[in-house]
């Protein structure tokens, strides 16, 4: 049984607002995800800024190469996930990659590690639900609300961001 509140509960299985949803091309295909910052604003929204933390339990270089002034290098990163729910305190853990080439090592690295952790934070908060993004990984997304049509329909909200 989970020591959530039943508001936390409703935001963690609530569908996620399709507005915090963004897009890349991978390959040719388009991906969708959650900005790490959308992330950690959530996790402290639903738990509170002193109910979760985060560490990094692992990281190691898979690579680095230098050409001339241009350094490329990539990192992955476990990062667990602490969060207090009442008495019980549930451990999430998650892992990324992240890579990154700039014109110093330092700067390389920093942006490599940084990518590596918010991918595994990411990961490590979507198993907590929709609200950071595992509906994401559904092909038909039904844990995300439906994409606006353009022209032909809107959306009222309220200033906690639910549709009226």
Not at 8 to 31: F, I, N, P, Y
Not at 74 to 89: D, E, K, L
């Amino acid at each position: 049984m989970s020591d959530f509140s039943k508001t936390q509960l409703r935001k963690l299985t609530g569908k996620l607002d399709r507005r915090h949803v963004q897009s890349r091309e991978v390959e040719g295909r388009a991906v969708d995800y959650i900005e790490g910052w959308f992330a950690i604003a959530q996790a402290n929204a639903i738990f509170g800024f002193s109910g979760w933390d985060r560490e990094m339990a692992h990281f190691e270089r898979i690579y680095e190469r230098s050409r001339g002034d241009v350094t490329s290098c990539a990192y992955v990163a476990r990062v667990r996930i602490r969060v207090r729910a009442g008495r019980m305190t549930i451990i999430r853990e998650g892992s990324g990659c992240g890579s990154a080439t700039a014109n110093t090592s330092g700067e390389a690295h920093d942006m490599a590690l940084k990518a590596a952790e918010t991918d595994a934070t990411k990961r490590a908060l979507a198993t907590f639900g929709n609200a950071f993004g595992l509906g994401l990984y559904d092909k038909e997304q039904n844990g995300v609300t439906a994409k606006k049509i353009v022209g032909k329909s809107f959306v009222l909200y309220d200033p906690t961001g639910a549709p009226f």
